[in-house]
């Protein structure tokens, strides 16, 4: 028996309903969730590949919601490529559907997951998404080019011009 999670709550039905947050940059990818010191989430490599589409999107930004002692690094990261500029760490949010809504694409780059309640979230909030060939994930990503292999940041660059490439036509 399969129990799918019920994503419209009464938190998540609230946050859609308080509208659409206007973010810095266009294009706007984001992520939400924890930033382990260990990267199982797969964000430095999400970072990495926002640094190798820095050529073609100048304008991308990359929002990253969450907690974790694996943050400093992240800002490190960023900084090395000279972008930090365009990778935003706000912080734990507890709104995070209102930024979801802001978001032109929602990447969940994992290298474990069950299932991913924040790409459930994504879909609530009408926010395109992509994520790594692992778990739950691909239940979820029901455009099978928009999964890619995790740990490799070309793959999710990939992905990313993929999708912003087919929003242009």
Do not use: C
């Not at 039905?13 to 973010?23: F, I, M, P």
């Not at 589409?53 to 490190?76: A, F």
């Amino acid at each position: 028996t399969v129990l799918y999670n019920d994503t419209l709550t009464k938190r998540v039905t609230e946050q859609l309903n308080d509208g659409e947050k206007s973010l810095l940059g266009t294009p706007v990818i984001g992520f939400a969730g924890e930033f382990p010191s260990g990267g199982t989430k797969g964000v430095s490599d999400l970072i990495d590949a926002v640094a190798l589409l820095s050529d073609s999107y100048p304008n991308l930004h990359l929002y990253l919601l969450g907690r974790g002692d694996g943050i400093e690094s992240l800002r490190r990261r960023a900084s090395h490529y000279g972008i930090a500029d365009r990778v935003h760490l706000p912080g734990w949010v507890d709104d995070p559907i209102r930024y979801m809504q802001a978001f032109d694409l929602y990447i969940l780059p994992s290298y474990h997951e069950g299932l991913g309640n924040s790409l459930l979230e994504a879909l609530a909030a009408e926010t395109p998404i992509a994520g790594s060939d692992v778990g739950g994930i691909p239940e979820v990503v029901y455009e099978r080019d928009y999964l890619f292999k995790p740990g490799n940041p070309s793959a999710i660059a990939d992905v990313i011009d993929k999708i912003f490439k087919s929003e242009d036509n």
